[in-house]
């Protein structure tokens, strides 16, 4: 029956050892104890079969244990261990030897506290192993801690329990509960036990009066008595709050702490040694755990199959022995090796020892070599290297002996053109430039890698090699829309982590590139502190992301909805650039709302009509529309048009609440447009067979209808002469004839017209130039509410089955562009282009809305109204001024005046154009890098370790001060830092921590401004290695304002000098050891 409790296992943990401590394990269905001897020993499953057992401690007894993911906490008199499962050590933490330790807390999964005799208790960080807080207890004696979602509980040796506040530990609330001494007490819902010792005139008397506490109204409720003398007590709360009261002489009494405690309701634990020593519950509440004084352990169930845990992990086990279970010999195989069978040592002729003239060699013929092996192989002479595919096992090939010569001869199935081996067959369908591209690294990092190859526009591509990078794609079609482009960069706040200030940093490195990569790794930092990125989904592990588990079309649709609400979320509450008034004089955007409103909201009205007739009218707006398919599947034509109107105009039925009815009742919901955006935003939701098979359809049916319509016209004019055929596919042709290959897989319009009816209504079209509206194009927006909508950008999802597939996007870039770009007046055209992270290639613009659905499937449109740049003054003024280099606060508790290393600047010292500033920067690791060692024995990296910068100097130039540093920056981090390199960069473990760093720490963002403000000023940098410094700290600097040395003594085709040798070189010997010691 659930709820009675009966003996299942008894085991021996250590003969004659009283037991100190039993703990069960959180993580897997274990059970831990620990003996008075300093030993630890655990038991798998309800069985108890002895798991590992290892010493914790020489002398000491294990006092609390405690289970984490990774491993188990052992607190000893003195000592924190950290131990794997296994007994391996994670790390030894010895405190004082004063310190008499007595209980530990988990309050989070990296910070842990630890109480005793003393009057203080440590709060220890489990990721640096390093004290960070010493709070002072005015009781001294802290034996027993317990936490709920209001307090910290403290049980002191005097009898009392202390109510902290979870952030500042300070007292809150005290109960007195015993005179004498508290022996144990549980927290449960606005329950508190507590069972102890009263002090009586012989001395301390074990109290049979449980203290209850209502933490509702803290106080005291009536004391429960019991039968038996409580040495322990817990809540097994099953379908009532039950306490379990346990004594040391094994009596167990389970009773209400409300109620009055039953006689009938008491077992008897059976312990080997006179006394119980320890007592636990399982996390599930199915199993006791008992230990008494000759170091047994009693485990008591209320089921024969118990489990420790609710969802408990799979336990790993050591691999059996093989030694005596050897499997039997079957004399069918005939891979059988003969070498199994023991023969003993004889000088006889053995029976296979054929005489040769009875026996002619016949080797085994070779098997084919693998065609992937062929594919990749280079030559160096006569000898070929190829990477491992890993088809088969090590040293072991499998031989078809059975099989005729043709069947096993399949040479003839591998290409031997250099050409064919290239291409992999499962990428022949799709195009070479939709592939996803990789960075090829050498020694040298990207020092040596051909990006030009890849782009030969001036445009910057995106690096794809960063954590979540999978929206590059999208970070460009937003850098292309002109209005988003001058008010992202016209934005800065004080907030530290904001996406908008982030972007328009990255969108200014895009300005000023010439045709170089850039990388958005302080945009996606920034991108990755945001919880409700987190939330969504959005964040992806490094694993997911190199084998393509996330579902990259949904992921950067729900991407595209998030970027657009967080930009409007960062730009609402601040004032509107003066930049962004428009050129009659109106303001852009009415107050309480933000730019990105404007320029992308959509104001509705939600109608909800009841059965009953009552009608609910709410007005809401969206940043973006999601495509609703029709469930017709007869095949007949349906215009993107049509779609497009179904999915604003939306109508269902739903079930909602009626305020007339009084309930929930089917209702009829329809959505009508009061205003239209001026760039119209379409996750296409193709998420299925089902919406893909409606594409394929759609583009069928139109590839047919558009075939009649251009043979008809073609047939009309059979008589043309061949000039006249050329017209024909000319711009300047009345009449435009695309070739086949142009119509297939077309459904999307280059172009939309909508219109605002008078009843609330909406008409969608599909729109092309040479159709003729009835009034004129000037007044019809203006009296007659028509909008013409231009295709932008198209985002698509690339099929990729081997690499998880990638996004690209396919942008028309406008002229503005191209004049900064080119650098020269007149540039009037506009072309669209493929965006595949760092490969920009000019395309056709019918590849922009041609989608092959077995590969290339749309995930995003972006529509915006015809002539929109012309309405706005869009002019850029840099945001960042002077007085970011002036003095400011440290970010540090600890840091003092004292520690001080730089003198910041005076208004007198600004930098003009061309000063010269000494600049060095440090930097941390945050993930190792990962490489394979090929078959030759080169090295190859996959993928390169993850830096961040850690610490940036600053030095004056010129000046009274010349040679002072006037920027001494360190950088605060809130990622996991796995290298700090302190070799190198004398960065030690807690100096970019603010709660105990003595330096003086800031944030990225702030020092990011100070140099973005020296940069924009025009002064030059002189540095050693300032290419990787500023890529680390994700700066795009002007080659004329670097003064490297490392290019600037380097010859060619010679290698890079070091700095500690230009040092030894120029400084000479004395300094150069002053220098470097």
């Known amino acids: ?133 010493k709070y002072a207890v005015e009781t001294p004696g802290v034996t027993i801690m317990r936490q709920t979602n209001r307090f910290f509980f403290c049980g002191h040796t005097s009898g009392k329990v202390s109510l902290r506040d979870l952030r500042t530990f300070k007292v809150e609330h005290e109960f007195d509960a015993f005179s004498g001494s508290l022996s144990d007490f549980d927290v449960h819902g606005n329950l508190l036990a507590t069972c102890g010792f009263s002090s009586r005139l012989t001395g301390l008397a074990c109290d049979r009066f449980l203290k209850v506490y209502d933490l509702r109204m803290m106080r005291a409720i009536t004391p429960l008595q019991v039968h038996v003398d409580p040495a ?32 009938a309701d008491i077992f008897h634990v059976n312990p080997v040694g006179p006394l119980l020593m320890t007592f636990d519950v399982s996390a599930s509440k199915q199993a006791l755990a008992f230990g008494d004084s000759e170091g047994c352990v009693h485990l008591w169930t209320d089921s024969p199959e118990p489990s420790f845990n609710p969802y408990s992990r799979e336990t790993e086990f050591a691999l059996p022995c093989l030694v005596d279970s050897l499997p039997p010999l079957d004399w069918s195989q005939d891979l059988l090796p003969l070498s199994l069978i023991p023969v003993p040592l004889t000088a006889d002729t053995l029976l296979s020892d054929w005489p040769a003239a009875n026996s002619a060699p016949a080797p085994r013929r070779a098997p084919p070599v693998d065609a992937e092996i062929l594919r990749t192989m280079k030559k160096v002479g006569f000898i070929g290297y190829a990477p491992n595919p890993r088809t088969r096992l090590r040293n072991q090939i499998p031989y078809r002996l059975k099989e005729s010569d043709s069947e096993f001869d399949s040479f003839s199935q591998v290409t031997e053109s250099p050409i064919g081996r290239e291409e992999e067959p499962h990428l022949h369908m799709v195009s070479k430039k939709y592939r996803k591209v990789t ?46 482009r001058c008010l992202i960069q016209n934005h800065l706040c004080q907030k530290e982590f904001c996406l908008a200030c982030e972007l328009g940093f990255l969108f200014h490195m895009l300005d000023l590139s010439r045709g170089d990569p850039c990388q958005g790794s302080n945009f996606l930092r920034a991108f990755r502190t945001i919880p409700e990125a987190s939330a969504l989904g959005l964040i992806l592990a490094d694993s997911d992301e190199a084998s393509g588990k996330g579902n990259l079309a949904r992921l950067i649709q729900r991407w595209n909805r998030f970027i657009l609400t967080q930009l409007h979320q960062d730009l609402q509450e ?51 529309f999601t495509l609703s398919y029709p469930e017709d599947k007869t095949g007949k034509n349906c215009d993107f048009a049509q779609v497009l109107k179904r999915s604003i105009c939306l109508e269902q039925n739903t079930q909602a609440w009626c305020d007339n009815c009084e309930k929930y009742q089917p209702t009829i919901q329809t959505r009508n447009i009061r205003h239209l955006p001026d760039i119209l935003v379409i996750n296409c939701e193709v998420n299925s067979l089902k919406e893909a098979d409606f594409w394929r359809m ?141 490969l920009i290639e000019p395309i056709d613009k019918h590849e922009a809305v041609q989608f092959d659905m077995n590969w290339k499937v749309p995930a995003i449109l972006y529509y915006i109204k015809r002539n929109l740049n012309s309405k706005y003054n869009l002019n850029i003024k840099n945001p960042i001024e002077a007085n970011v280099l002036l003095a400011e606060a440290s970010l540090a508790r600890k840091q003092r005046k004292t520690h001080t290393t730089f003198i910041p600047l005076m208004l007198n010292e ?75 960069s004398g960065i030690k473990p807690g100096d970019l921590d603010a709660k105990i760093s003595s330096k003086h720490l800031t944030t990225l963002k702030s020092t990011y401004l100070k140099l973005r403000f020296l940069i924009d000023i025009g ?20 080659k004329d304002q670097v003064l490297d040395t490392v290019y600037l003594f380097h010859m060619p085709r010679k290698r890079m000098i070091s700095l500690r040798f230009l040092a030894w070189y120029f400084l000479g010997p004395k300094l150069f050891h002053l220098c470097f010691p």
């Open 574 to 624: 601040l004032e509107v650039p003066q930049a962004y008034r428009g050129t009659g004089g109106s303001s852009f955007c009415s107050s309480g709302d933000s730019v990105i409103g404007q320029l992308f909201s959509c104001e509705m009205e939600n109608c909800s009509l009841c059965r009953c007739g009552s009608e609910t009218v709410r007005a809401s707006s969206t940043l973006l």
């Open 1019 to 1038: 002064v030059k940098f002189v540095g050693h290695g300032l290419q990787k410094d500023f890529r680390v700290i994700n700066l795009m600097v002007p």
């Open 232 to 263: 322990f007590l817990r809540f097994i709360p099953t379908y009532t709050s039950r306490l379990a009261i346990i004594s040391q002489s094994g009596q167990c009494q389970f009773c209400e702490p409300t109620g009055l405690a039953n006689p």
């Open 910 to 984: 600004m930098p003009q154009v061309g000063d010269l500033v000494g600049l060095d920067a440090e930097f941390v690791t945050l993930n190792e890098e990962e490489a394979e060692l090929r078959s030759d024995g080169t090295k190859s990296t996959i993928k390169p370790s993850q830096m961040s910068v850690a610490r940036i100097t600053c030095v004056r130039g010129q000046g009274p001060n010349e040679g002072i540093p006037f920027i001494d920056d360190y950088i605060s981090t809130q990622e996991q830092v796995v290298d700090y390199l302190t070799q190198y």
């Open 439 to 484: 960075i090829k690294y050498s020694k040298l990092g990207l020092e040596d890698f051909d990006f030009k190859h890849y782009n030969k526009t001036l445009f910057a591509g995106l690096e794809p090699h960063i954590p979540n990078a999978y929206c590059n794609c999208m970070i460009q079609v937003l850098y292309f829309l002109e209005p988003v």
């Open 1 to 133: 029956m659930e709820g009675v409790y009966s003996e299942l296992h008894s085991v021996v943990a250590e003969v004659g050892v009283p037991v100190s401590v039993s703990h069960f394990d959180l993580h897997e269905e274990m059970l831990w104890v620990g003996s008075h001897g300093g030993h630890a020993t655990s038991f798998f499953g309800p069985t108890l079969e002895r798991y590992s057992s290892f010493q914790v401690n020489g002398s000491d007894d294990i006092r609390q244990i405690q289970s984490l993911e990774n491993g188990i906490l052992f607190l000893t008199k003195n000592n924190l261990k950290y131990m794997a499962r296994g007994g391996l050590i994670i790390f030894d933490y010895l405190l004082d030897e004063s310190e008499d330790m007595h209980s530990l807390l988990l309050t989070d999964s990296s910070t842990l506290l630890i109480g005793g005799l003393q009057n203080h208790i440590l709060e220890i960080d489990l990721n640096t192993v390093q004290e960070t807080q």
């Open 698 to 838: 759609q583009a069928e049916v139109a590839f047919k209808m558009a075939i009649k319509k251009h043979s008809g016209e073609i047939s009309k004019n059979k008589e043309f002469a061949l000039a006249d055929w050329k017209e024909l596919g000319s711009p300047e042709g009345m009449l435009m004839c695309p070739s086949i290959e142009e119509l297939k897989n077309v459904w999307l319009p280059f172009s939309i017209q909508m219109k605002m009816t008078k009843n609330k209504g909406l008409d969608v079209c599909n729109w092309t130039d040479g159709d003729e509206m009835q009034w004129g194009p000037a007044r019809a927006e203006e009296e007659h509410g028509v909008f013409v909508y231009d295709l932008m950008a198209t985002v698509v999802h690339i099929l990729d089955s081997r690499t998880g597939g990638s996004l690209v996007a396919h942008i028309k870039v406008g002229e503005t562009y191209h004049q900064r770009k080119e650098v020269s007046e007149g540039v009037t055209h506009q072309q669209w282009y493929l965006f595949n992270d760092f």
